[in-house]
């Protein structure tokens, strides 16, 4: 029989936001995928340790981790967020917004379906990557972005609504995708930089600014009784271990090369 107080046990059931988690391995081709950056060509063997320890820190963090194999065909597929938006009943299947990608979804599918018996479905010409989705409790803010159009947010939104949660649409100056300069953390907690330090839908939530020189760091993932976050920004480290969380800091040099950061690594339900 348990020790544990129902206090006890309330709390640590509210801890566990996340049981399952889907990533994929990066294939050989991924050196030569998409990228805004002019940091240089990523490093392969490098980039397949730093995605071992993500695997690792995911595990650490409790989820079961699902580890798909690699698809040269698809040199951007490691980047398994943008293929769908994932709630607890209910899974989307994104339509992504570069060409090359598109095809991303069709290997994606049949995994969700292992999980999910309601999927849903964003249709061209809507296009939607989940990188510009963050889910703040039962609202999603939605990105325009120059992977997701005006009519694949719509979609997107319409589904939601339908099943009682709120959605928004959030027009991007600046940032790649919506996640890159935001995050939410739980306890109406989020992590902004950038153009979302000040905006307006976000000025209800308590805040941790990551400075300009940190920019990167915006991107990191709660997940259960963890945030973690890339190495090398120890402000942003230490904002975020003052508001209370226990953090883990895994290097990404490689996938930032690639516009890719820790979110765009996982599904996360």
Same mark, same amino acid.
């Given at each position: ?43 392969? &063997?490098?980039? !397949? ?5 993500? #695997?690792?820190?995911? *595990?650490?963090? =409790? $989820? ?44 994606? &599918?049949?995994? !969700? ?5 309601? #999927?849903?479905?964003? *249709?061209?010409? =809507? $296009? ?44 991007? &100056? ?96």
């Amino acid at each position: 029989m348990s020790n544990m107080s129902s206090s006890e046990r309330l709390n640590k059931q509210k801890n566990v936001m996340f049981n399952n988690t889907i990533v994929k391995i990066p294939g050989e081709s991924y050196v030569g995928g998409l990228t805004t950056s002019d940091l240089g060509r990523p490093n392969f &063997e490098l980039a !397949l340790e730093q995605h071992q320890a993500y #695997i690792e820190a995911l *595990k650490k963090c =409790g $989820t079961t981790v699902r580890v798909l194999p690699c698809n040269i065909e698809f040199p951007d597929s490691t980047f398994v967020e943008d293929t769908a938006v994932l709630t607890p009943n209910f899974a989307v299947i994104s339509n992504p917004g570069a060409l090359s990608r598109n095809g991303e979804i069709h290997e994606m &599918e049949p995994v !969700l379906k292992s999980f999910y018996k309601s #999927i849903y479905k964003i *249709k061209a010409p =809507g $296009t939607l990557d989940g990188g510009d989705i963050l889910q703040i409790e039962d609202h999603f803010y939605i990105g325009i972005s120059a992977r997701t159009n005006h009519d694949g947010a719509l979609q997107l939104k319409t589904i939601l609504e339908l099943e009682g949660y709120k959605g928004t649409v959030v027009e991007l &100056e600046k940032f790649f995708h919506l996640k890159t300069g935001i995050a939410y953390l739980g306890n109406q907690t989020i992590v902004v930089a950038g153009e979302f330090i000040d905006h307006p839908e976000f000025n209800q939530y308590q805040k941790i600014v990551v400075p300009p020189e940190e920019e990167y760091a915006a991107n990191c993932i709660r997940v259960n009784d963890f945030v973690i976050i890339p190495a090398g920004y120890p402000i942003t480290k230490q904002k975020i271990n003052t508001a209370g969380f226990h953090t883990i800091e895994l290097e990404m040099s490689e996938f930032r090369k690639q516009d890719g950061g820790l979110s765009c690594l996982s599904l996360r339900f």
